[in-house]
């Protein structure tokens, strides 16, 4: 969020709030919010009953420019003041500010209090306020509780008859209260929109064929337990339902409107379903935000008078959304075949093409869906509000995703994070090819393309990424309703040897291990196996220490009984509940699933296994310990802001101060500007030195001839130094350093993405980052744990704990550089590129030997720390 703009956000009831600084022409609202205050109100806020002279002057204040030394902040829903909330620095370098809070009477207890707040102290932050601080009286409980909510490092003093609160303006700590308050607002703002009591489809037609005549057909027949109504030029009944001319004479209030009229008209049956007291909407109806400026706008509107009246909106442009709840029974789309069983994988989807197919596969696969819900433009709600609704969601029991795009991508890696750890998430980001990536200016911001990016954020929220909708398919199928692998070991077993080798080699690729059993692994005991046998063999394996997971393979023959096989193992996966099990059935029919416990039967063993490697990884990461902010003595956050101020390359003595402030170390190195002084640089340093360019723009210095190794005394320096410098931009010079050697080089560094935020790289250092592309990126902030699974997540690992004998890195020391460098970036977000290539390590520690520093103004960035809704912006305008 920027200094001046507005942020939409949810009250605990889920109403609309619109947080935004105060302007002079709020003025008259603001005497209306007071003069509507009961005495004791107004006591409770000024410690008086006070004039209309000292309201005048309160208002006034409010009203003032905002300014480093004043903030004031209004809640509005609708046209209706709510709430204010302000910040007076006592002067104009202090880090603390005085606070006051005032919410109408009719208001409180929905926690808008407590809403303001959090954007008046983010408000602050920016500003350089470290702490807000209060006066409250004893007998105000409410704004008692409302700073005590606040939690983390909130506190409170009695002194003289009078109680001071006071509240850090940036705490991490508060982050889980901050989302318990986001997830209860969602489910609250959600509840009209996927369990309506009533629903009402705009645009039903009687001609079949038609979106809103379908639409109306899906929800009679699939038994929606709540009232429908149709809406219809003529008015008369369709498919047996009541039908209106205009919403506006649907007896009130309608829970839901789906909305299938042309894009030009939607507008106006939005706004007559404002007046019926409409608290949700799906627009099915396209020409909006994908058909150019014109429809752009279109949205725009739509989801500004959305917002201003209080309704949530699904699309425009989507298939509409189905609720399986058995209370519910909401098939609010237009998908071309029956909604499939209730289950519990919950299904988001911005392509209407992928959700058929979705749709289509789990009611062939019959592992049953919970809720589904096609985002379409995504105008509103969102892939954010959907995870934060399914996170206490009891019917939901896995989640699958298909996104094009993120709105607030710093939210979702925080909060799909959270899901993670009670419930698999599965999401297929499309758009992996290389076209259209940003190639930086050093080796860390090319690397940190978009795709790298998202893997990246996926890897540290642990959501499965399959590579295709094929895999997504597979993966969900594995990851719903059924146990998690408690190891990598596999264990296969069937009648069909090769496609038992084959499972095996698709194992071992993925990462599984398949160890030597007993009788043999993989177990093939021949087409002509009994089904008895097949099952005790079965019954023997899955009983083993040894099996994490089990892979039965069933080949059909005209000599054998696949179906009493299937019903023989069928037993025995429901005799072993915990177990993670696929099963693989070739050249029969059966149902897509085995047994009482639904295992999922594949046609081939290369799917069954990623489905299981997909399954094996997800419970590793939910085993890892998340870890917990690292503490990082000698930090000078202070020092580097001072210093990281302007814009383009820096050169290497500013870059070496800025990393000093935050205890990273480079190389020293002694700028020349003639063969002279470089000379003397080296004699001072000692030899061999290495001369290079001091143009802090020139890339790959060793390509371009701007590096000059092994020099051994002045003459070599000197005659070196005219190709060196003559590499970079003219008057640059050289930098002349001492060189030096270690077992292994890195490179490590920081890119700044304005959605996502920054990410750390580590990777294989020197002329070989690019070729052999070997490297880990984190996205920030970064937990004390991330640094030692970034270099464990390398394959030149090996390197360095010892390989062939060599001795071991100092990885504690480079574990250390990382975090820093995580603080960094978290902390200086100018920060646009830093890479430090190559980074030495060896048994002694790690140091950089080079480094690039590049700063770009800082601007509107999403904030993934406050409860806002995705934002609501003008065409031409980036959202945040």
């Given at each position: 969020m920027t200094i001046?703009?507005?942020?939409?956000?949810?009250?605990l009831d889920?109403?609309?709030?619109?947080?935004r600084?105060?302007?002079?022409?709020?003025?008259?609202?603001?005497?209306g919010?007071?003069?509507d205050a009961?005495?004791d109100?107004?006591r409770m806020?000024?410690f008086?009953?006070?004039g209309?002279a000292?309201?005048a002057?309160?208002v006034g204040?409010?009203c003032?420019?905002e300014?480093?030394?004043?903030?004031?902040?209004l809640?509005?829903?609708?046209?209706?003041l709510?709430?204010?909330?302000?910040?007076e620095r006592?002067?104009?370098?202090g880090?603390?500010?005085e606070?006051?809070?005032f919410v109408a009477?009719?208001?409180?207890?929905r926690?808008?209090?407590t809403?303001l707040l959090?954007?008046l102290?983010?408000?602050?932050?920016?500003y350089g306020?470290a702490?807000l601080v209060?006066?409250?009286?004893?007998?105000?409980?409410?704004?008692l509780?409302?700073?005590?909510?606040l939690?983390?490092?909130?506190?409170?003093?009695f002194?003289?008859g009078?109680?001071?609160?006071?509240?850090d303006?940036l705490d991490?700590?508060?982050q889980d209260a901050?989302?318990?308050r986001?997830?209860?607002a969602?489910?609250?703002?959600?509840r009209a929109?996927?369990?309506p009591?009533?629903?009402?489809?705009?645009?039903a037609?009687h001609?079949?064929?038609?979106?809103?005549h379908?639409?109306?057909r899906?929800?009679?027949?699939?038994?929606y337990h709540?009232t429908v109504y149709?809406?219809?030029h003529s008015?008369?009944?369709v498919?047996?339902?009541?039908?209106?001319r205009?919403?506006r004479q649907?007896?009130?209030?309608?829970?839901?409107l789906?909305?299938a009229?042309?894009?030009?008209q939607?507008?106006?049956v939005?706004?007559?379903?404002a007046a019926?007291?409409?608290?949700a909407?799906v627009?099915?109806s396209?020409g909006?935000?994908?058909?150019?400026?014109r429809g752009r706008?279109r949205q725009y509107e739509l989801v500004?008078?959305a917002?201003d009246?209080?309704i949530?909106?699904v699309?425009?442009?989507?298939?509409?959304?189905?609720?399986?709840?058995p209370?519910v029974?909401?098939d609010a789309s237009f998908a071309?075949?029956?909604?499939?069983?209730?289950g519990?994988?919950?299904?988001?989807a911005?392509?209407?093409a992928?959700?058929?197919?979705?749709?289509?596969d789990?009611?062939?696969?019959?592992?049953?869906?919970?809720?589904?819900v096609?985002?379409?433009n995504?105008?509103?709600?969102?892939?954010n509000?959907?995870i934060?609704?399914?996170?206490?969601?009891?019917a939901?029991?896995a989640?699958a995703?298909?996104?094009?795009?993120?709105g607030?991508?710093r939210k979702?890696?925080?909060t799909v994070r959270?899901?993670?750890r009670r419930?698999?998430v599965?999401a297929?980001?499309?758009g992996r090819s290389?076209?259209?990536?940003?190639?930086?200016?050093?080796?860390?911001?090319?690397a940190?393309a978009?795709?790298?990016?998202?893997?990246a954020?996926f890897?540290?929220?642990?959501?499965?990424?399959?590579?295709?909708l094929g895999?997504?398919?597979?993966?969900?199928?594995?990851?719903?309703d059924?146990?998690?692998?408690?190891?990598?070991?596999l264990a296969?077993?069937?009648?069909?040897?090769?496609?038992g080798v084959?499972?095996?080699d698709a194992a071992?690729?993925?990462g599984?291990?398949?160890?030597p059993g007993?009788?043999g692994?993989?177990l093939d005991?021949?087409?002509?196996?009994?089904?008895?046998?097949?099952?005790?063999?079965?019954?023997?394996?899955?009983?083993?220490?040894?099996?994490?997971m089990?892979l039965?393979?069933?080949i059909?023959?005209r000599?054998?009984r696949?179906a009493e096989?299937?019903?023989a193992?069928a037993?025995?996966v429901?005799?072993?509940p915990?177990?993670?099990?696929?099963?693989?059935?070739?050249?029969a029919?059966?149902g897509p699933?085995?047994?009482?416990?639904?295992?999922p039967?594949y046609d081939?063993?290369?799917?069954?296994?990623t489905a299981l490697?997909a399954?094996?990884?997800y419970?590793?990461w939910?085993?890892r310990?998340l870890?917990?902010?690292?503490?990082?003595?000698?930090?000078?956050?202070?020092?580097?802001r001072?210093?990281?101020?302007?814009c383009?390359w820096?050169?290497y003595?500013?870059?070496?101060?800025i990393l000093?402030a935050?205890?990273?170390?480079?190389?020293?190195?002694v700028?020349?500007t003639s063969?002279?002084?470089a000379?003397?640089?080296a004699d001072?340093?000692?030899?061999p030195?290495v001369?290079?360019?001091?143009?802090?723009?020139l890339?790959h210095?060793?390509?371009?001839?701007g590096v000059?190794?092994?020099?051994n005394?002045?003459?070599a320096v000197?005659?070196?130094?005219?190709p060196?410098a003559?590499?970079?931009?003219?008057?640059?010079?050289?930098l002349?350093q001492?060189q030096?050697?270690?077992?292994?080089?890195?490179?490590?560094g920081?890119a700044?993405?304005?959605?996502?935020?920054?990410?750390?790289?580590l990777?294989?250092g020197?002329?070989r980052?690019?070729l052999?592309?070997?490297?880990?990126?984190?996205?920030?902030?970064?937990?004390d744990?991330?640094?030692?699974r970034?270099?464990?997540?390398?394959r030149a690992?090996p390197l360095?704990?010892?390989?062939?004998g060599?001795p071991?890195v100092?990885?504690?020391?480079l574990?250390?550089?990382?975090?820093?460098?995580?603080?960094l970036a978290?902390d200086?977000?100018?920060i646009?590129e830093?890479d430090?290539?190559?980074v030495l390590?060896g048994?002694?520690?790690v140091?950089?030997?080079?480094?690039?520093l590049?700063l770009a103004?800082?601007g509107?960035?999403?904030?993934?720390l406050?409860?806002?809704?995705?934002?609501?912006e003008?065409?031409g305008?980036e959202?945040s």
């Amino acid at each position: 969020m920027t200094i001046n703009d507005s942020a939409d956000a949810l009250a605990l009831d889920g109403g609309i709030i619109t947080i935004r600084p105060t302007r002079p022409a709020d003025q008259r609202a603001l005497a209306g919010l007071y003069e509507d205050a009961t005495p004791d109100s107004l006591r409770m806020r000024f410690f008086t009953r006070p004039g209309s002279a000292a309201l005048a002057t309160e208002v006034g204040r409010l009203c003032r420019p905002e300014s480093a030394a004043h903030l004031a902040v209004l809640a509005v829903e609708g046209e209706r003041l709510v709430g204010v909330a302000a910040a007076e620095r006592t002067d104009d370098t202090g880090h603390r500010a005085e606070l006051s809070l005032f919410v109408a009477e009719r208001d409180r207890g929905r926690g808008i209090g407590t809403l303001l707040l959090e954007h008046l102290a983010a408000r602050a932050h920016r500003y350089g306020i470290a702490e807000l601080v209060g006066e409250v009286l004893p007998d105000n409980i409410a704004m008692l509780r409302t700073a005590r909510d606040l939690g983390g490092h909130s506190w409170s003093r009695f002194d003289d008859g009078i109680i001071d609160v006071g509240l850090d303006t940036l705490d991490p700590d508060a982050q889980d209260a901050v989302d318990l308050r986001d997830r209860t607002a969602e489910r609250a703002s959600l509840r009209a929109l996927l369990s309506p009591a009533s629903v009402a489809v705009v645009g039903a037609g009687h001609r079949p064929g038609g979106v809103g005549h379908e639409t109306l057909r899906g929800l009679r027949e699939y038994g929606y337990h709540g009232t429908v109504y149709a809406v219809n030029h003529s008015g008369r009944p369709v498919a047996g339902t009541t039908a209106h001319r205009s919403v506006r004479q649907l007896p009130p209030p309608i829970d839901l409107l789906v909305i299938a009229v042309p894009a030009d008209q939607v507008a106006g049956v939005l706004a007559d379903g404002a007046a019926v007291g409409v608290r949700a909407a799906v627009v099915l109806s396209a020409g909006f935000g994908e058909a150019g400026e014109r429809g752009r706008q279109r949205q725009y509107e739509l989801v500004r008078f959305a917002r201003d009246h209080g309704i949530r909106l699904v699309g425009p442009n989507c298939l509409g959304l189905i609720n399986t709840d058995p209370a519910v029974r909401l098939d609010a789309s237009f998908a071309p075949s029956a909604p499939p069983p209730a289950g519990g994988l919950a299904v988001a989807a911005q392509s209407g093409a992928v959700g058929i197919a979705l749709l289509d596969d789990a009611l062939r696969a019959g592992h049953g869906i919970s809720t589904f819900v096609s985002l379409g433009n995504k105008a509103d709600v969102s892939v954010n509000d959907l995870i934060a609704y399914w996170y206490d969601d009891p019917a939901t029991r896995a989640v699958a995703l298909y996104v094009e795009s993120f709105g607030n991508p710093r939210k979702f890696a925080r909060t799909v994070r959270a899901l993670a750890r009670r419930k698999p998430v599965l999401a297929l980001k499309s758009g992996r090819s290389d076209a259209g990536q940003r190639a930086g200016a050093s080796h860390t911001a090319a690397a940190a393309a978009p795709t790298a990016t998202v893997d990246a954020l996926f890897a540290q929220a642990g959501v499965v990424r399959p590579e295709n909708l094929g895999e997504l398919l597979d993966e969900a199928r594995m990851l719903t309703d059924q146990p998690l692998p408690t190891g990598r070991r596999l264990a296969i077993v069937g009648n069909a040897g090769g496609l038992g080798v084959l499972a095996a080699d698709a194992a071992e690729a993925a990462g599984l291990t398949v160890p030597p059993g007993g009788a043999g692994n993989p177990l093939d005991l021949g087409a002509g196996v009994s089904p008895a046998d097949l099952a005790a063999a079965a019954a023997e394996v899955a009983a083993s220490d040894g099996t994490d997971m089990l892979l039965l393979i069933v080949i059909a023959t005209r000599t054998n009984r696949a179906a009493e096989i299937i019903a023989a193992l069928a037993s025995v996966v429901d005799e072993h509940p915990g177990l993670a099990t696929a099963v693989v059935l070739v050249g029969a029919e059966a149902g897509p699933r085995l047994g009482a416990r639904g295992v999922p039967v594949y046609d081939l063993p290369e799917r069954a296994v990623t489905a299981l490697a997909a399954a094996a990884e997800y419970a590793e990461w939910r085993r890892r310990p998340l870890g917990g902010r690292a503490d990082l003595p000698g930090v000078d956050t202070g020092l580097a802001r001072d210093l990281a101020v302007g814009c383009g390359w820096q050169d290497y003595d500013r870059t070496a101060a800025i990393l000093g402030a935050y205890g990273i170390t480079i190389l020293p190195a002694v700028t020349a500007t003639s063969a002279t002084e470089a000379a003397v640089a080296a004699d001072r340093l000692g030899y061999p030195v290495v001369v290079k360019s001091a143009d802090p723009e020139l890339v790959h210095k060793t390509d371009s001839g701007g590096v000059r190794v092994d020099l051994n005394g002045p003459a070599a320096v000197r005659h070196a130094y005219r190709p060196v410098a003559a590499a970079g931009r003219p008057g640059s010079g050289v930098l002349v350093q001492k060189q030096m050697t270690e077992p292994v080089e890195l490179v490590a560094g920081i890119a700044h993405d304005p959605r996502f935020g920054s990410v750390v790289l580590l990777g294989l250092g020197g002329v070989r980052t690019e070729l052999l592309g070997d490297r880990v990126l984190r996205l920030v902030p970064m937990t004390d744990l991330d640094a030692g699974r970034m270099w464990r997540g390398l394959r030149a690992a090996p390197l360095l704990t010892g390989y062939r004998g060599a001795p071991p890195v100092d990885t504690v020391a480079l574990e250390d550089l990382l975090l820093r460098l995580g603080r960094l970036a978290e902390d200086l977000p100018q920060i646009a590129e830093l890479d430090l290539n190559p980074v030495l390590a060896g048994p002694d520690g790690v140091v950089a030997v080079d480094a690039k520093l590049r700063l770009a103004p800082v601007g509107a960035e999403p904030d993934s720390l406050l409860r806002r809704l995705s934002a609501a912006e003008p065409p031409g305008k980036e959202p945040s």
